[in-house]
Structure formats: structure tokens, C-alpha cells
């Protein structure tokens, strides 16, 4: 595609549910980042993807939380039992080294636990 | 791990006139990329210049420069004659090959018309 897309744009939970947040990075790219983002305050690492290697998950900040990235290309977010205290922009990013070249960012995915 | 330091949270500039965003990091490694990233209020994240750290020479893109201080550690991004589109938050972002890419806490900038 011609850039980095994410859906849903905007996703409204009830507490305890499950959300699946899904990215499709550019076609090619190897590296795909996840991050999380509060309102007005900076991107959180959460998840690395880099081609065949196993993916650093050293930034999800519980067990509740997992991805997966399939065929190296689309990648999916879960988070299970889903709090309040998840509510973020989560945003998904792609690059083709990795990060020697631009790192092209989705527009995020709006999450509200109520 | 490599940090990424952001010391201003907000910053505030009057159209037309010069401001600078600062951003240190930590590393010990030699070779490396720096980047600054702009997030507006629609959210999408926009690359605005990047530096090799092996290079000099500072990067400039149109209004945008860097100042890249190796040995302090230092890379502060300057928006020369700015504009009420540069009203956003600013990211400083570490890379190097191993590693995954490094945000700072950010920098919101406000242009005043």
C-alpha cells in the first residue's frame, strides 16, 4: 500500500473485554514498531518486529498484552481483559532497515475502555 | 539501553522568529541515527530531518537544521522563520543497528500568530 495503514481508526470497549488492533505496514517493509501513546505525552515502546528474528516484547507492560505479526507483513495488537488505564492512540510504524531509513508511521488506533 | 532526553516539554514562538527544541541522549555506541519526528494534532507522525551520526556535517531541510553535538551527546532541532503549521508536538528518536528506534518524552510547540 501506499503507506502505513491501521484499523480501526477509533475503538470504544467495555472494561474486561478483548480488542484486536490491526496494522498493515508498507509492502517490503521488514521492521514494524508498536508504540502507545497517552493523551499529550510521549510514544511508549511496546513491541518490536524484525524480519524472521524474534520480535523484542520487552516494552508490553503485562501479560495481557501480545502481537503477532504474520508472513512478515500484517500485524496484530491484542489485549485481553482490556482496564480503563489501556486507553491510548496506539501507533504502528514500518521501515525498511529497520530504522537507517524513515520509520513511516499509522495514523494510530483510538482506544477507549469504559 | 539507549535513552532519549527531552528537557523542554513545552515551548512557545511568535510567527516568523527562530526557536530551538533541545534533545540529549545516551549511548556508547559510535555509529548511530538521529531523527526528528513532528506529530501535528491529526496525529500522523511526519519525519523532518535525519542525521547520520558518522557525518559533520549538521542536516538541514529548508527551515529545519540540526545542531549535533557527538561528544555532548547533543542533537537540538532549530525551526527558522517559523510557521503557525509548525504548531505541534516534536520527537527526538535514536537508531542503531541492533536496537529499535528510541523516542524521547517529546516537545510541544506552540507558534503564535
Known amino acids: 500500500g501506499a503507506g502505513v495503514s491501521q484499523s480501526p481508526s477509533n475503538k470504544v470497549t467495555e472494561k474486561g473485554k478483548d480488542v484486536e488492533l490491526r496494522c498493515d505496514p508498507i509492502s517490503g517493509h521488514t521492521a514494524l514498531y508498536w508504540y502507545r501513546q497517552s493523551l499529550g505525552q510521549g510514544l511508549e515502546f511496546l513491541i518490536y518486529?524484525?524480519?524472521?528474528?524474534?520480535?523484542?516484547k520487552s516494552g508490553l507492560p503485562s501479560d495481557r498484552f501480545s502481537a503477532e505479526r504474520t508472513g512478515g507483513s500484517v500485524s496484530t495488537l491484542t489485549i485481553q481483559r482490556t482496564q480503563q488505564e489501556d486507553s491510548a492512540v496506539y501507533l504502528c510504524?514500518?521501515?525498511?532497515?529497520?530504522?537507517?531509513?524513515?520509520?513511516?508511521f499509522g495514523q494510530g488506533t483510538r482506544l477507549t475502555v469504559v | 539501553a539507549q535513552t532519549v532526553t527531552q528537557s523542554q516539554p513545552e515551548m512557545s514562538v511568535q510567527e516568523a522568529e527562530t526557536v530551538t527544541l533541545s534533545c540529549t541522549y545516551d549511548?556508547?555506541?559510535?555509529?548511530?541515527?538521529l531523527f526528528w519526528y513532528k506529530q501535528p494534532p491529526s496525529r500522523q507522525m511526519i519525519l523532518v530531518i535525519r542525521q547520520e551520526a558518522y557525518k559533520q556535517q549538521n542536516a538541514t531541510e529548508n527551515r529545519f537544521s540540526v545542531n549535533f553535538q557527538k561528544a555532548a551527546k547533543s542533537f537540538s532541532l532549530k525551526i527558522s522563520d517559523s510557521q503557525l503549521g509548525d504548531t505541534a508536538m516534536y520527537f527526538c528518536?535514536?537508531?542503531?543497528?541492533?536496537?529499535?528506534?528510541?523516542f524521547g518524552g517529546g516537545t510541544r510547540l506552540m507558534v503564535k500568530p
Open positions: 510504524a514500518s521501515s525498511s532497515q529497520g530504522g537507517l531509513t524513515e520509520a513511516f
Open positions: 518486529f524484525q524480519g524472521n528474528s524474534a520480535p523484542d
Open positions: 549511548t556508547s555506541e559510535n555509529n548511530y541515527y
Open positions: 528518536a535514536f537508531y542503531n543497528a541492533g536496537n529499535m528506534l528510541t
